[in-house]
């Protein structure tokens, strides 16, 4: 049995504020850190040595080639080069392939090993200080292992963004697609809140939003934005609120049920914003209680998708 075969279905984990991480390393030191990433965004782990690279003329320099997987062509990214780190022949011969699946994008990123799966609570995930400054930073939170060993997961979107740009949010396509939309005056005059960990999303969300004159405050984590709601004295001002699903400290499953439990902000407009787009937990989240669904690549959609949401239910 493979390690990926012991996985249980996410949105069950999510739902509890739990996540599973497939661990590995980049290299073969016993001082190098662990890395981790969210399990249901892999697929498979692949020998490298088996496998052609075919190279692209011009391409990034972290953009290796691609290789032919059961008659899918996957461009392969060079993670250790990333990080820093820089494989021999030897190396990379020893070396894996971690197949991985963002937002119905399917790439290869080289590894030395996958290490094991373990399960890990959204509270025992924290967005630490010191990898976290500015947009340059390709950490957005780590945990311990059983053993004390740091493990660290990368923002993966921001290698994406970094080398094939044209996967990610169009983020000009905002304000064209509202142009011909009635705004409510509740969206107008408030401030959409946004729970989103990762730099390169919260960099894209802030330009759709600011290129569509409309206020936004994006909190690091789901904790930080429901914290803030239950702070206000009116939450009732809100026009929308925009959640991703995978964070550190509370997870997007877990801020849609506590903004349902509560009279206050029972009939915020809630978005899920997320790259963890399989039809089950697009369910899950519309089961809690969602009003609607984005594709992180399709961010730009979000505006137009709160103006729908915000008049079906006559919260103008």
């Known amino acids: 049995m493979s390690i990926l075969e012991h996985v249980d279905a996410s949105t069950n984990l999510a739902k509890n504020n739990e996540v599973q991480l497939l661990v590995f390393k980049v290299d073969e030191s016993a001082e190098s850190p662990f890395y981790a990433i969210n399990v249901f965004k892999t697929r498979e782990v692949v020998e490298a040595k ?21 008659g899918t062509q996957i461009p392969i990214l060079n993670l250790p080069i990333w990080l820093g780190n820089h494989f021999s022949k030897e190396d990379n011969a020893r070396s894996n392939f971690l197949i991985c699946d963002f937002n119905g994008i399917i790439i290869g990123l080289r590894i030395m090993f996958a290490f094991r799966v373990v399960k890990k609570n959204w509270a025992e995930m924290h967005a630490p200080q010191s990898y976290s400054s500015g947009d340059s930073s390709m950490i957005i939170n780590d945990t311990r ?83 803030y709601i239950f702070s206000m004295s009116n939450p009732d001002t809100i026009p929308a609120v925009v959640t991703d699903i995978e964070m550190p400290e509370m997870s997007g499953f877990t801020v849609i049920q506590k903004l349902r439990q509560h009279k206050e902000t029972a009939m915020i407009p809630i978005i899920v914003n997320s790259s963890m787009t399989g039809d089950n937990n697009k369910r ?24 729908r949401i915000m008049k079906e239910k006559n919260y103008m």
């Open 50 to 70: 088996r496998h052609k690279l075919t190279l692209i003329p011009s391409a990034h320099p972290l953009l290796e080639g691609t290789i032919v997987l059961r």
């Open 284 to 307: 899950e989240a519309e089961g809690l209680g969602a009003d609607g669904f984005v594709n992180k690549t399709k961010s730009k959609d979000i505006i137009p998708l709160i103006v």
């Open 145 to 227: 292992l059983e053993d004390g060993s740091l493990c660290l997961v990368l923002d993966y979107e921001k290698l994406l963004s970094d080398v094939i740009p044209q996967a990610m949010v169009d983020t000009g396509a905002s304000p064209e697609n509202i142009k011909d939309l009635e705004l409510p005056e509740k969206l107008i005059h408030g401030t959409v809140l946004i729970a989103e960990d990762s730099k390169t999303a919260q960099h894209h969300l802030n330009i759709v939003f600011r290129n569509s004159n409309i206020a936004c405050k994006i909190f690091n984590n789901g904790k930080l934005l429901i914290d």
